[in-house]
T-cell receptor, first 111, second 118 residues
Framework: QKEVEQNSGPLSVPEGAIASLNCTYS??????FFWYRQYSGKSPELIMS????GDKEDGRFTAQLNKASQYVSLLIRDSQPSDSATYLC???????????FGTGTQLKVEL | GAGVSQSPSNKVTEKGKDVELRCDPI?????LYWYRQSLGQGLEFLIY????????KSGLPSDRFSAERTGGSVSTLTIQRTQQEDSAVYLC????????????????FGPGTRLTVL
């Protein structure tokens, strides 16, 4: 089992719709979770971080964390073509210093 | 500086040659990370430096890979006797204070070095 798993996609949504990106992780003691956005040919940039169960909202983005289910998600409301990118879920794992990334979900927002 | 910088941006080398990749972290950041991203893959952790502590080398794929960080700032990743499977984008990131399970520390990434081994 991979430490951090994401569906590779592509996930296609129409402009203005809600995009839902999901991530599961295997290390039960993990407490810090991050969503990064990566445009093609560019380096990752942080979108959201979440540390407590529940929802955390920032503009059009909402991160959701359920530690009991080992599940973290990212919702993007009113999706725009500029949101088209690969979204990477990242989790501090193993009790150490390693930030483990999923392979990313490619999101395509269509006009 | 304004952000993490890396050099060179692109490196093409022949199999068997050694290469050095450089990372300049954000000023004041004590933690520095190296990752590797192969085409279509996620980021693979390579090595982590935190202040003056011994680095966490647990992600280095072989003994051909090494890294150092001089003066707690600039870092160099060296790959000896490069192989074609080393071709990837090598990303450096820095953060204020480093990792740990409960870390809330944000990592800021540099633009990466695209390494091609022929």
């Amino acid at each position: 089992q991979k430490e951090v798993e994401q569906n590779s996609g592509p996930l296609s949504v129409p402009e203005g719709a809600i995009a839902s990106l999901n991530c599961t992780y295997s290390d039960r003691v993990s407490q810090s979770f991050f969503w990064y956005r990566q445009y093609s040919g560019k380096s990752p940039e942080l979108i959201m971080s979440i540390y407590s169960n529940g929802d955390k909202e920032d503009g059009r983005f909402t991160a959701q964390l359920n530690k009991a289910s080992q599940y973290v998600s990212l919702l993007i409301r009113d999706s725009q073509p500029s949101d088209s990118a690969t979204y990477l879920c990242a989790v501090f794992t193993g009790g150490g210093n390693k930030l483990t990334f999923g392979t990313g979900t490619q999101l395509k927002v269509e006009l | 500086g304004a952000g993490v910088s890396q050099s060179p941006s692109n490196k093409v080398t022949e199999k068997g040659k050694d290469v050095e990749l450089r990372c300049d972290p954000i000023s004041g950041h004590t933690a520095l990370y190296w990752y590797r991203q192969s085409l279509g893959q996620g980021l693979e952790f390579l090595i982590y430096f935190q202040g003056n502590s011994a680095p966490d080398k647990s992600g280095l794929p072989s003994d051909r890979f090494s890294a150092e960080r001089t003066g707690g700032s600039v870092s160099t990743l060296t790959i000896q006797r490069t192989q074609q499977e080393d071709s990837a984008v090598y990303l450096c990131a820095s953060s204020w204070k480093g990792g740990g399970l409960s870390s809330t520390d944000t990592q800021y990434f540099g633009p990466g070095t695209r390494l091609t081994v022929l």
